[in-house]
């Protein structure tokens, strides 16, 4: 059966809990926790020191309209998108075709069985395909392509990465890319990977490796809880600027 990647901390195991049971009832069987397998970035226990070995994109985009560019990075933002990559590198060196991958505050609506005969079918149509979006929340102008089968299409500029399936060339394409060399959301480094970002300095920042190669279902097949419900990890944690100045004061 398809494996199935949960993004997660040691710090939320309420989380986990309520998710094993929900994945467990579709028959996702074969689930990798990044806090089980040391792909798990925890903003908690991130140093000055580790962001020395980062490259982090000027996020902060003056003036925006768009109130996510308009501002600092957060270091929960820095930390989901390494957790990500290592899974990227996990899915990139095995050999099982499809992998899913899920924030630990989303859930998926389908069976493992239904999804993985979706993910099948569309490859038989589309084999280079390499990142599927199974939820998202669409900004850009959608195409649609007598090329894929109906119900999915190469998206416009999404947000919301919280729950998509890598093939393993999918993978090691965003793993080439490498987010540690342009640290930014993970939420919009996927997007320009695929080639659609509407800020010109990420969209020549990140090459579109993934152009033509990623694709949406147009019904969603999984969804983000309810940040009322759950919290935001991300959007709970410091902005990187306030943390450093925190950081500075507390070694002297």
Same mark, same amino acid.
């Given at each position: 059966m398809i494996p199935l990647y949960v993004?997660?901390?040691t710090a939320r195991r309420d989380r986990r809990v309520a998710l094993e049971e929900w994945l467990s009832s579709r028959g996702f069987d074969s689930v990798t926790y990044a806090s089980d397998?040391?792909?798990?970035? &925890?903003?908690? #226990? %991130?140093? @000055?020191?580790?962001? &020395?070995?980062? #490259? %982090?994109? @000027?996020?902060?985009?003056?003036?925006?309209?768009n109130k996510w560019w308009d501002r600092e990075l957060k270091l929960g933002e820095i930390a989901c998108s390494l957790a990500h990559h290592n899974i990227w590198e996990m899915i990139a060196d095995g050999d099982r075709g499809w992998s899913v991958v899920i924030e630990d505050d989303a859930v998926i609506d389908v069976s493992a069985a239904q999804l993985d005969g979706m993910l099948h079918e569309l490859t038989s149509v589309a084999p280079d395909i390499g990142l599927v979006?199974?939820?998202?929340?669409?900004?850009?102008?959608?195409?649609p392509s007598d090329a894929l089968p109906?119900?999915?299409?190469y998206p416009g500029f999404s947000a919301c990465l919280h729950a998509y399936a890598l093939s393993n060339a999918g993978a090691a394409s965003l793993c080439r890319l490498d987010v540690r060399r342009s640290v930014m959301p993970v939420d919009?480094?996927?997007?320009?990977?695929?080639?659609?970002?509407?800020?010109?300095?990420?969209?020549s920042a990140v090459e579109p490796v993934l152009r033509h190669r990623a694709v949406a279902f147009t019904t969603s097949v999984a969804r983000v809880l309810p940040r009322e419900d759950w919290g935001s990890g991300t959007e709970e944690s410091p902005f990187l600027t306030d943390w450093l100045e925190e950081q500075s004061r507390s070694a002297v």
């Open positions: 993004v997660d901390t397998c040391g792909a798990s970035v &925890d903003w908690h #226990e %991130l140093k @000055p020191k580790h962001l &020395d070995e980062l #490259e %982090l994109f @000027p996020w902060r985009e003056a003036g925006s309209t979006y199974l939820d998202r929340r669409p900004w850009g102008q959608d195409e109906d119900g999915v299409v919009d480094f996927v997007p320009a990977a695929i080639g659609v970002h509407p800020r010109p300095d990420i969209d």
